[in-house]
């Protein structure tokens, strides 16, 4: 470290500056979708098939309540979405939208037997099908577990993605902390649960690295060359990253205050879940119902999500078909990391291409009934078909 | 994690805490009389509350003001060790680089004990309960006697629109089974909104 190094810093910070200064415009999740299904906050959106016949089993994806679904479409040439679809994938997603005082009584029930439910439906009217792909990201990956659990019978495949599912673990800072909170006292009085108190929690687990180590390490990622197009072109995408990942961390939807008492009551302090006690509306779910095939996808360095929070989901669930895969990145880099593109979607689509053949179709002998079918289903509902 | 020099500061807040609860704090918890004996009562609550609050808040504080200690005094021996003492404008991005990770180290282990856990989750509680006393407060002494709706009314609505969609949407799913059951009568599906397909 010299003089020089230090008048390339004032020149780094003062690129950076700039950039900043001049509010580079950025957009997230620009893969094209239709919205198929409204239902109060939740929405069911459709991407755009981008090859002329996907594979007939479609996906659902049950993103967390927790922040944006938009993750998994960042930016096109970091989006799990895109890829799926590029590996011939027929993708939906569910976006929960940001619920208000309207929605502080919804409970876990009103979510998996509810919303889950009716999206699945939606789908299995739409493509002819008994049975869809459930792939669930993170907190959404509990849900659809329980889904799974209480509508077998409508899931030929589960894939979870980082899903905690085991909550009595002391590798992650929230499970300790978790233990020690009254979830009463702060539901009964805020109702609706700001997402900036739990985004206030995430910022605590490693307070120096997220809140300023980060800031500095944006400038640093600067090039410093003068009059070079190429690197201009490559500091301004540095910062249009960053904004995409700052936006997508801090747009962090308030939660449901019933459905927030009872995750954190049931799993994370009770641990109910894993020990087949848990209960929605009365009805016990009971993971041994989980029969269908299951691919359980972690991340080697997750501090939210520690692997042993989902490793368990295999031994207790009843399926012969189940397979675990664990790549050496961390929580969010699974989406957008540069392994995210090469080695995690790559992985699960090499899994689910085989499952993804309609049931007593793997001959392909009842295709054509199955077409036969959707045709007779949509003539009866009145449906326009395309 | 070695013992900072907090402790003193501990010991004067409890001993100011156990004369206050021996003292004031009695005063105020005791039993009101007249008209006024229950908005009083409620009112003097807030003391109790409050002080419950501070307390739990000090604790936090002299904790968080403990680990800041101690990373400063590992921060320290680092110094003398990897940078031999030597802080200069040349080694400014060492200094930081070894700032943030040894600040980040001794967080963790604080924020990763059993104690903070507890002491969070008292703080947090005996912070809910200070603002739900405060808006039971405002609603009482200055929102219902000049007429105008509270959280409380508004959340009894919320509860009242929740449990009428509920029950919507469980009779629309039956009329959607037996419309099924007699596919002669076709019809949209209430409560599902289908958009074309484009």
């Known amino acids: 470290m010299n003089e020089l190094d230090l008048l390339e810093d004032y020149k780094k910070f003062k690129q950076g500056a700039e950039l900043f200064l001049n509010s580079p415009d950025f957009s997230v999740g620009t893969t094209p979708s239709e919205i198929i299904y409204c239902e109060d906050k939740m929405k069911l959106v459709h991407y755009i098939p981008t090859v002329e016949k996907p594979h007939a089993v479609p996906i659902l994806i049950v993103y967390a309540l927790v922040n944006r679904y938009y993750i998994l479409d960042l930016q096109p040439d970091k989006s799990v979405i895109k890829k799926l679809l590029d590996e011939g994938f027929d993708v939906y997603i569910i976006d929960w939208g940001y619920p208000t005082g309207m929605d502080r009584y919804l409970t876990i029930d009103d979510y998996v037997n509810g919303y889950v439910n009716n999206a699945v439906d939606n789908i299995r009217e739409k493509s002819g099908l008994d049975k869809i792909t459930l792939l669930g990201v ?126 954190m009551k049931d799993c994370y302090q009770k641990n109910l879940l894993i020990k087949n006690k848990m209960e929605l509306n009365g009805k016990k779910v009971n993971l041994k119902k989980i029969s269908m095939p299951l691919l359980n996808v972690m991340a080697e360095f997750d501090h939210l999500v520690p692997n042993d929070a989902s490793v368990p989901l295999n031994g207790a669930v009843s399926s012969s078909d189940k397979e675990t895969l664990i790549f050496p990145t961390g929580h969010i880099g699974i989406f957008v990391g540069s392994k995210s593109q090469k080695e995690v979607c790559p992985g699960i689509a090499r899994w689910l291409k085989p499952r993804s053949l309609p049931d007593g179709t793997e001959n392909g002998k009842s295709e054509k009934a199955r077409q036969v079918k959707l045709e007779r289903k949509r003539k009866n509902r009145g449906l326009k078909v395309k | ?137 405002l609603e009482e002494n200055y929102l219902k006697p000049m007429n105008l709706p509270t959280k409380t009314d508004i959340d009894e609505i919320n509860k009242e629109l929740y449990s009428l969609k509920k029950t919507v949407k469980e009779l629309t799913g039956k009329i959607k089974e037996l419309s099924l059951m007699n596919p002669s009568k076709k019809g949209e599906d209430p409560g599902v909104h289908q958009t074309e397909e484009k």
């Not at chain 1, 509508?151 to 495949?157: D, G, I, L, Q």
């Not at chain 1, 006292?185 to 985004?199: A, E, F, H, M, S």
């Not at chain 2, 002080?51 to 403990?66: C, K, P, W």
């Not at chain 2, 040894?102 to 282990?109: C, D, L, Q, V």
Request: aromatic share 14%; proline share 3%; with cysteine.
């Open chain 1, 138 to 263: 993170c907190q959404g990956g509990t849900l659809s577990v329980m889904y799974a659990a209480l509508h077998p019978e409508k899931v030929k495949n589960l894939i979870t993605l980082v899903t905690p599912v085991n909550f009595d673990t002391d590798k992650g800072l929230l499970y300790i902390w978790a233990r020690g909170l009254d979830v009463d006292r702060i539901v009964d009085y805020y109702g609706i649960v700001p997402g900036d108190l739990l985004n206030s929690g995430f910022l605590l687990t490693d307070p120096f690295r997220l809140m300023i180590d980060k800031y500095v390490g944006i400038f640093e990622r600067i090039e410093c060359k003068p009059n070079d197009t190429a690197c201009s072109l490559r500091n301004e995408e540095t910062v249009k990253n960053f904004l995409r990942m700052e936006k997508w961390i801090f747009d962090s939807p308030d939660q449901a205050g019933e459905t927030f008492r009872q995750f």
């Open chain 2, 1 to 137: 994690m070695e013992s900072s020099g907090f402790e003193s500061t501990r010991k004067f807040f409890d001993i100011w805490l156990k004369n206050y609860e021996a003292t004031y704090g009695r005063l105020m918890d005791m039993p009101a009389l007249g008209p006024a004996r229950e908005k009083s009562e409620k009112l003097m609550k807030e003391f109790s509350i409050g002080v419950n609050l501070y307390a739990a808040g000090m604790d936090s504080n002299i904790n968080f003001q403990s680990v800041f200690m101690e990373a400063m005094r590992r921060m320290r021996e680092k110094m003398a060790t990897e940078m031999e003492g030597e802080i200069s404008p040349e080694k400014y991005k060492e200094f930081y680089k070894i700032w943030v990770e040894t600040y980040s180290e001794t967080f963790k282990e604080f924020l990763s004990s059993g104690h903070f856990a507890s002491d969070m989750g008292k703080f947090m509680s005996y912070f809910m309960e200070f603002q739900k006393h405060n808006r039971e407060m």
